[in-house]
């Protein structure tokens, strides 16, 4: 809705970084840090989340519009697009620690997120059914992950799995 819709200009301000900064990140996956690619542990299959994400999207909608319905697959991928990263380390067992605070990083974004959902809800009196619904489901799958973060991480050892 950058291109479409005019909030304020901080919003097309952040807008405009944040999308600098995927493509930066995009940019940094695929050449600076390609290396580090271990493409014989990632096996996870994509269209395992995009198909179900996008059909949930032309189902589960506020609106049958173009933008509307991209915007819903966007949040329902959001959603579940840690599956990959966590299978990784289920199946490798362990994870480093750089990777284990990355990962309890972007689960708590989603649980903060929370608290701001609760925020607009007292304030202004919205709540987004989506957002929510595809919000508790990605807080849920982070839940063992937390568990074994703060029992272990945070007391000085590397994140192993058990067999």
């Given amino acids: 809705d950058l291109f479409y819709s005019f909030v304020s200009l901080y919003n097309s301000v952040m807008k405009v970084l944040f999308l600098s900064a995927s493509c930066a990140t995009v940019y940094l996956i ?3 840090f390609k290396p580090t690619y271990d493409g014989n542990h990632d096996t996870f299959r994509m269209e395992f989340l995009v198909i179900p994400c996008a059909l949930l999207a032309l189902i589960f909608h506020y609106t049958f519009e173009p933008f509307e319905v991209l915007w819903t697959f966007s949040i329902y991928l959001e959603a579940v697009a840690i599956l990959p990263q966590l299978f990784m ?20 974004y989603r649980a903060l997120y929370i608290l701001n959902w609760v925020y607009r809800y007292y304030t202004e009196g919205t709540l987004d ?14 839940c ?19 067999p």
């Fill in 30 to 32: 695929y050449r600076k």
């Fill in 129 to 142: 059914y989506i957002a929510v619904a595809a919000g508790i489901v990605q807080t849920v799958l982070y």
């Fill in 89 to 108: 380390v289920s199946k490798t067992g362990e994870a480093e620690n750089i990777t284990s605070h990355y990962l309890f990083a972007l689960g708590s």
């Fill in 144 to 162: 063992d992950f937390f568990y074994l973060y703060v029992t272990k991480v945070l007391h000085g050892k590397k994140l192993v799995l058990l």
